[in-house]
């Protein structure tokens, strides 16, 4: 098993991509503390991870209040005294065009995106280097291309990109890697804008050479499987594109 008793925090854990990467990882192995605003949704999710990793559990968090974040990661560390791998998933934001973006919709982005991502690596950063573990945050291609009408989203997500390569620096020599996953995923979200933008969604569709969407445990969490284990300990610093070549960087 690739991932045999490591400890993972993954946020926005209880749904979507999150619960996708939580099954793939439990499956190798994995104690997974999935940390989520929703308890009905936690508990499902808790239930499936439990059935391959009994030691796993979830803790309810808003992760907007900031200051209970490095709470959550001591809990963590108190509870199975260590931490191996920190997964910032969880992000909110609302489509607008730029124009009529306000105040309110950028501090949407960031106050669930790249705060809680900051302030989790922070608290985390000192448990890792003595596991010389792995930190997987969410890029996206919002931002890498633009996508118009996802101006806060974007701009928190290349700010994720930006402080993700700071922190790849400052860690490598303690063996802490520190990289990206830019996804595109048939999760929940993404079939109710299916359902909402259906000529949009079609025409995002059409532009993935591999003709669909990612599943979230299938290629999103096996891509997660990857980064947190010891098979990819010599990378850091970079954004693998989970997306069906939709985007080729270079």
Same mark, same amino acid.
């Given at each position: 098993?690739?991932?045999?008793?490591k400890?993972?925090?993954i946020t926005?854990?209880?749904?979507?991509?999150?619960?996708?990467? +939580?099954r793939?990882?439990?499956k *190798?192995g994995?104690?997974?503390?999935?940390? #989520?605003?929703?308890?009905?949704?936690?508990a499902?999710?808790?239930?499936? =991870?439990?059935?391959h990793?009994?030691?796993s559990s979830?803790?309810?968090?808003?992760?907007?209040? $900031? #200051?209970?974040?490095?709470?959550?990661?001591e809990?963590?560390?108190?509870k199975y005294g260590r =931490? #191996?791998?920190?997964?910032?998933?969880? $992000?909110?934001?609302?489509q607008v065009p730029?124009l009529e973006?306000?105040p309110? $919709?950028?501090?949407?982005?960031?106050?669930?995106?790249?705060?809680?991502t900051?302030?989790?690596?922070?608290a985390?950063?000192?448990?890792?280097?003595?596991?010389r573990?792995n930190?997987?945050?969410?890029?996206?291609g919002?931002? =890498?291309k +633009?996508?118009?009408?996802?101006?806060?989203?974007?701009?928190?997500?290349e700010?994720i990109?930006?402080i993700?390569?700071?922190v790849a620096?400052e860690?490598?020599?303690d063996?802490?890697?520190?990289?990206?996953?830019?996804p595109?995923a048939?999760? *929940?979200?993404?079939?109710?804008?299916?359902?909402?933008?259906?000529?949009?969604y079609?025409?995002?569709?059409?532009?993935?050479?591999?003709?669909?969407?990612?599943?979230?445990?299938?290629?999103i969490?096996?891509?997660?499987?990857? =980064?947190?284990?010891?098979?990819?300990?010599?990378?850091?610093?970079?954004t693998?594109?989970?997306?069906? +070549?939709?985007?080729?960087?270079?």
């Amino acid at each position: 098993m690739k991932l045999k008793d490591k400890v993972v925090i993954i946020t926005g854990g209880a749904g979507g991509i999150g619960a996708g990467m +939580g099954r793939a990882m439990v499956k *190798e192995g994995a104690i997974v503390v999935a940390v #989520d605003l929703n308890p009905e949704a936690g508990a499902k999710v808790l239930a499936e =991870l439990q059935q391959h990793s009994p030691q796993s559990s979830f803790i309810e968090c808003d992760l907007t209040k $900031h #200051d209970q974040l490095k709470n959550v990661v001591e809990q963590v560390v108190e509870k199975y005294g260590r =931490l #191996d791998v920190l997964v910032n998933n969880a $992000h909110a934001s609302k489509q607008v065009p730029f124009l009529e973006t306000t105040p309110e $919709h950028l501090a949407l982005s960031m106050d669930t995106g790249f705060y809680p991502t900051w302030y989790l690596m922070q608290a985390a950063i000192p448990h890792l280097k003595k596991t010389r573990g792995n930190i997987i945050n969410f890029a996206s291609g919002a931002g =890498l291309k +633009g996508h118009k009408t996802q101006a806060a989203y974007a701009a928190a997500k290349e700010a994720i990109r930006g402080i993700t390569r700071v922190v790849a620096n400052e860690f490598g020599a303690d063996g802490v890697t520190a990289n990206l996953i830019s996804p595109i995923a048939n999760s *929940e979200g993404v079939q109710a804008w299916a359902k909402a933008q259906p000529e949009y969604y079609e025409g995002v569709l059409a532009g993935i050479p591999m003709g669909k969407f990612g599943d979230p445990e299938q290629d999103i969490g096996r891509a997660a499987v990857f =980064l947190a284990s010891e098979d990819s300990k010599y990378i850091t610093g970079q954004t693998l594109m989970v997306d069906g +070549g939709s985007i080729m960087l270079h």
